[in-house]
């Protein structure tokens, strides 16, 4: 079957998460992604490895179904290498730290100039203005996008999400302007510059937060857990952020993850308060309606608590669904990993790997009816070396053997 994005060529000079988790959808929704590496290669092939002498499973998650090339782009050789890639490509991406692509040579002006029809995504920490020339990374990102101000308990200090906000959800974003560019060029026959911050990725993912901040200037907001306001919206545990109080409970038998998150809409109120063997508060007009529970959302939980302590979270999961009440049990990276229903989805995947045998990989979350994803190996470092310079540039066997002895490639 053919790929939605078959025939798109991609020049990857991404490296760590952000960018490679960009280019990697890209390359699962068929692009061909050819990653442009340093000699040395995308420093993360490195990094906290669980195998020695193998590349680390932070660069085969994240670099999926690419090919590598190895170029020296500060040598002259390479720069002229890199020229006639830019001109057979369609996409360009990079998040190198502010202003290396240009000091390697290469304005926005220049690639315009060698290929008109390029798109040219770039991410950075940030816009325009004081901090355009910060490096950044995923929880800098977090801090300063306000993910982590309206993260924790009010009690403690602000929190990192596990979750990857900053990077994977700015490479998101940029897949989405990548995606739009290559559609307006359709039309024009022009490529463009996309431009992409984790700055504001992850002050776009925080809307709700900027939602109360507002709210706030019309006095406290009352399905808070908080009992006092200043001028910013307070961090609130794990308060839904809704219109629908939400809250954590307890399970059995008692372990850190043992707990279930629990949404009480209006309708659920009637079977919640049978299940948890209180029916009299079904019709007590101090517990009936969302408004009379509203200042006592904290009771209301203790009182779903007390019974959901005394059953598995999977238990609860089934019997709250019965009545169609929305819960999720706080599932550990160990369950995660071990799911039968997300390796159904191909969300959890196994793939075999030249020198580490296998690894398992989170899959592609987006699915296309006609265009399926099979995930494949990440590349070793410069293992596309000859297909691309040799086979698809038409450099002669001499000169690239030239090239490799003289650490052009
Ligand atoms: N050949 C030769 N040199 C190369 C090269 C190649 N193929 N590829 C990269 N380099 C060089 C660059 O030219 C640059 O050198 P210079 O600073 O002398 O111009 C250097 O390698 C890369 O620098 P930088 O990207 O700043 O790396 P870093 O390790 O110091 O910083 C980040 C890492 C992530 C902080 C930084 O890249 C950054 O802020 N990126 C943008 C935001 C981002 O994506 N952050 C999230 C990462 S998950």
């Known amino acids: 079957m053919s790929k939605a994005l078959e025939g798109v060529r991609v020049l990857d000079m991404t490296h760590v998460q952000s960018g490679p988790s960009a280019t990697q959808i890209l390359a699962w929704l068929g692009a061909d992604v050819v990653k442009v590496e340093a000699l040395g290669g995308d420093i ?12 680390s499973l932070y660069f085969t998650m994240l670099n999926c179904n690419k090919r590598s090339v190895t170029l ?4 002259e050789e390479g720069k002229k290498i890199f020229t006639e ?11 190198f730290g502010p202003g290396a692509v240009d000091r390697m040579g290469f304005t926005w002006d220049l690639l315009q100039e060698l290929n008109p029809k390029l798109v ?24 300063m996008g306000g993910s982590m101000s309206t993260t924790g308990f009010e009690d403690g200090p602000p929190v990192a999400t596990g979750a990857q906000i900053g990077d994977s959800g700015t490479g998101i974003h940029a897949v989405a ?20 911050a984790m700055q504001h990725a992850v002050l776009n993912l925080c809307r709700v937060k900027l939602r109360d901040q507002q709210r706030l200037g019309h006095g406290p907001l009352p399905e808070y857990p908080n009992k006092e306001f200043g001028d910013s919206v307070p961090r609130s545990g794990n308060a839904s952020g809704g219109g629908q109080p939400g809250w954590a409970v307890k399970c059995a038998p008692g372990g850190p993850d043992d707990y279930i998150y629990v949404i009480v809409q209006p309708p659920g109120w009637v079977p919640i308060a049978e299940l948890i063997g209180r029916p009299e508060l079904a019709e007590d007009p101090e517990w009936s309606t969302p408004e009379a ?3 006592k959302l904290d009771k209301m939980f203790q009182l779903i608590e007390e019974w959901s302590v ?3 979270k999977l238990d609860v999961l089934a019997m709250l669904n019965e ?10 990276t160990k369950e995660l990993i071990e799911d039968a229903s997300l390796a159904d989805n191909n969300m959890i995947v196994t793939v075999d790997h030249p020198e580490r045998g296998s690894f398992t990989t989170v899959g592609c979350p987006i699915k296309l009816s006609d265009s399926p994803v099979k995930v494949e190996t990440s590349p070793l470092l410069g293992q596309h070396n000859e297909d691309v310079y040799v086979r698809e540039l038409g450099i002669d066997p001499d000169r690239f053997a030239e090239l490799q002895k003289n650490g052009v490639i």
Not at 72 to 75: A, D, E, G, L
């Open 310 to 312: 005394h059953h598995s």
């Open 293 to 295: 529970r509203l200042n």
């Open 72 to 75: 020296n782009m500060k040598s």
């Open 177 to 196: 302007g990548i995606l739009a560019a290559l559609v307006q060029r359709g039309v024009t026959g022009r490529g463009q510059r996309v431009t992409v």
């Open 120 to 143: 040219y995504a770039s991410i950075k920490g940030f816009g325009e203005g004081p901090y355009t020339h910060y490096k950044a990374y995923e929880v800098v990102a977090q801090a």
């Open 323 to 332: 009545h169609n009440i929305p819960c999720g049990p706080i599932l550990s």
């Open 85 to 95: 890639l830019v001109r057979k490509s369609d996409v360009m991406v990079e998040n």
């Open 44 to 55: 993360t092939r490195k990094q906290l490895r669980d195998v020695p002498d193998v590349d």
